[in-house]
């Protein structure tokens, strides 16, 4: 995630989480992943689950690729703690080379 999205999701969290948040990632995924992304925001107690995953191929190419993010927005003195795990998988491939 940018640091521009960290920030929106972090103000989010203060102002009203659950719809925030949300259209924060709407944003995000709207300008960064077109029409490859999908997402969704959950929330479990006082805590918020995001996950954001975006396949990519482009066989023409010879690449194809996946993007997976997994957050969590904990409640902190400050409003909210966001931690964040980023999966990056790319393959590129001539002659027939595929990834199964």
């Not at 194809?64 to 980023?86: C, F, H, I, N, R």
Request: proline share 3%.
């Amino acid at each position: 995630l940018s640091p521009v999205c960290l920030g929106s999701l972090r103000r989010a969290a203060s102002i009203n989480a659950e719809y925030m948040g949300e259209k924060a990632v709407y944003n995000y995924i709207n300008e960064h992943h077109d029409k490859y992304g999908k997402y969704s925001v959950t929330k479990s107690g006082d805590s918020y689950h995001i996950s954001i995953h975006s396949d990519r191929s482009r066989p023409k190419h010879f690449w194809s690729g996946t993007w997976v993010a997994k957050g969590q927005l904990e409640p902190s003195d400050d409003g909210y703690d966001l931690s964040l795990e980023t999966i990056v998988s790319v393959h590129y491939y001539e002659d027939g080379n595929t990834l199964a």
